[in-house]
């Protein structure tokens, strides 16, 4: 079984799929110098596509990926570092929604844009729950709510630790800081035996973020859902978790109401250079 095709025609021989495989699992064959598989490359490739897109020759195709099928990176579409600067920093978790629906399409756009970040072993592990509609997310709003009274009850200090208390009030009284009134929810989630589930979750979580606030969206982690997820039987049912998963993570999208016109202030970062004294030339 070849796993690797090489075009001889267009194949410089300049090694960088073997130096760019994460698994090292392409060599450069002493006979010929042409890029070559090791014996145990289909126990090893994790799929990440990355020798057919560094190629600059187009020369390399696997199996299950050609060039073809992989989007040309346009240099006039590169972003700047002032506008990269700009836009991460301008990022703002959104939680006063138009009464607006998104088209489904951009649902699914924001999903697809998402799945590209990057995960532990290229394994992808995510899952999507997306709730449509704003009714149905006060209905899972009105079950973490639920929930939250049964802490209060029977473990009032945690509850209080964890804000329940004036979680509920407010939705006594009429506000829900569950979901913010948001026309939609996503849930994430993953086998619950992948150990880089939260984290791998969390960058698709985030890439989503920034993907909705370019499309003029807005996001905002919905903390009190995921949490309140894996450990309420009645919310695993209702958004239909499977049982060999839990939810990472989970985030509230709508069209903003409000425009934030500055950035707020961050703390510095927190760092401790090593070597700290300045390296000797
Ligand atoms: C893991 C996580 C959980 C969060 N949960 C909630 C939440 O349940 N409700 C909420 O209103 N904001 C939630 N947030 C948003 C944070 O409060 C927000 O990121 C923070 O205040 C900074 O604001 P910014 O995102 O606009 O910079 C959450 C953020 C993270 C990262």
Same mark, same amino acid.
């Given at each position: 079984?070849?796993?690797?095709?090489?075009?001889?025609?267009?194949?410089?021989?300049?090694?960088?799929?073997?130096?760019?495989?994460?698994?090292?699992?392409?060599?450069?064959?002493?006979?010929?110098?042409?890029?070559?598989?090791?014996?145990?490359?289909?126990?090893?490739?994790?799929?990440?596509?990355?020798?057919?897109?560094?190629?600059?020759?187009?020369?390399?195709?696997?199996?299950?990926?050609?060039?073809?099928?992989?989007?040309?990176?346009?240099?006039?579409?590169?972003?700047?570092?002032?506008?990269?600067?700009?836009?991460?920093?301008?990022?703002?978790?959104?939680?006063?929604?138009?009464?607006?629906?998104?088209?489904?399409?951009?649902?699914?756009?924001?999903?697809?844009?998402?799945?590209?970040?990057?995960?532990?072993?290229?394994?992808?592990?995510?899952?999507?729950?997306?709730?449509?509609?704003?009714?149905?997310?006060?209905?899972?709003?009105?079950?973490?709510?639920?929930?939250?009274?049964?802490?209060?009850?029977?473990?009032?200090?945690?509850?209080?630790?964890?804000?329940?208390?004036?979680?509920?009030?407010?939705?006594?009284?009429?506000?829900?800081?569950?979901?913010?009134?948001?026309?939609?929810?996503?849930?994430?989630?993953?086998?619950?035996?992948?150990?880089?589930?939260?984290?791998?979750?969390?960058?698709?979580?985030?890439? $989503?973020? =920034?993907?909705?606030?370019? /499309?003029?969206? @807005? *996001?905002?982690?919905? !903390? +009190?859902?995921?949490?309140?997820?894996?450990?309420?039987?009645?919310?695993?049912?209702? $958004?239909? =978790?499977?049982?060999?998963? /839990?939810?990472? @993570? *989970?985030?509230?999208? !709508? +069209?903003?109401?409000?425009?934030?016109?500055?950035?707020?202030?961050?703390?510095?970062?927190?760092?401790?250079?090593?070597?700290?004294?300045?390296?000797?030339?």
């Amino acid at each position: 079984m070849t796993f690797i095709s090489v075009d001889r025609e267009k194949c410089n021989q300049d090694g960088i799929c073997s130096s760019e495989c994460p698994a090292r699992i392409i060599v450069m064959d002493p006979k010929d110098g042409y890029p070559i598989p090791t014996s145990d490359f289909k126990d090893y490739c994790i799929k990440c596509g990355h020798c057919v897109s560094v190629c600059p020759t187009d020369a390399l195709r696997l199996e299950w990926l050609v060039p073809e099928k992989c989007p040309a990176m346009k240099k006039e579409m590169a972003v700047t570092p002032e506008q990269a600067e700009q836009f991460l920093c301008g990022r703002r978790s959104i939680r006063t929604f138009k009464e607006k629906k998104v088209p489904k399409d951009i649902l699914e756009k924001l999903l697809q844009v998402a799945c590209s970040a990057p995960s532990a072993k290229n394994q992808q592990p995510w899952h999507w729950i997306v709730i449509q509609d704003a009714a149905e997310v006060r209905k899972i709003a009105g079950m973490v709510i639920d929930a939250m009274r049964m802490v209060i009850q029977a473990d009032p200090q945690t509850a209080m630790t964890m804000g329940f208390q004036r979680a509920v009030a407010s939705w006594d009284q009429g506000y829900d800081r569950i979901c913010r009134g948001a026309p939609h929810l996503i849930v994430a989630h993953a086998d619950k035996n992948w150990v880089f589930g939260p984290e791998d979750t969390a960058l698709a979580l985030s890439l $989503l973020d =920034l993907y909705a606030t370019s /499309l003029g969206l @807005g *996001a905002c982690w919905a !903390g +009190y859902v995921y949490k309140t997820v894996n450990a309420y039987p009645p919310l695993v049912e209702a $958004l239909g =978790l499977p049982v060999d998963h /839990l939810a990472f @993570g *989970a985030m509230m999208i !709508g +069209y903003p109401k409000f425009k934030y016109r500055r950035i707020p202030m961050r703390n510095r970062p927190r760092v401790a250079w090593h070597p700290s004294r300045p390296l000797e030339n």
